[in-house]
Nanobody
């Protein structure tokens, strides 16, 4: 069993920054990659960013490229999402997820464990 716990969400003004954290525990040695997804009210869950544990290779949605940075700390089993230049359309619940599969990292179906989510609200 794998447990994922997100933290760091909150209310921020447009143009501001937030840093989300995801703590992974349990059978993380079987994790191939970690991903961040988000879901706004009335919308489907969408891919934000992903990182491969072993290589550090990263992947981003076009909507966040250049503004968000995903990183990991292998020793601590932690993954982070640094979010800069936030926009109102970034408002959503953000979830971290893990997958043992070297598959399509942009698809929610690739991931088998999810955190409970953390709310990010961008508003003036």
């Amino acid at each position: 069993q794998v447990q994922l716990v997100e933290s760091g969400g909150g209310l921020v003004q447009p143009g501001g920054s937030l840093r989300l954290s995801c703590a992974a525990s349990g059978r993380t040695f079987r994790s191939y990659a970690m991903g961040w997804f988000r879901q706004a009210p009335g919308k489907e869950r969408e891919f934000v960013a992903a990182i491969i544990w072993s290589t550090g290779n990263t992947y981003y949605a076009d909507s966040v490229k250049g503004r968000f940075t995903i990183s990991r700390d292998n020793a601590k089993n932690m993954v982070y999402l640094q979010m800069n230049s936030l926009k109102p359309e970034d408002t959503a619940v953000y979830y971290c997820a893990t997958t043992p599969y070297a598959s399509v990292l942009t698809s929610p179906g690739t991931y088998n464990y999810w955190g409970q989510g953390t709310q990010v609200t961008v508003s003036s």
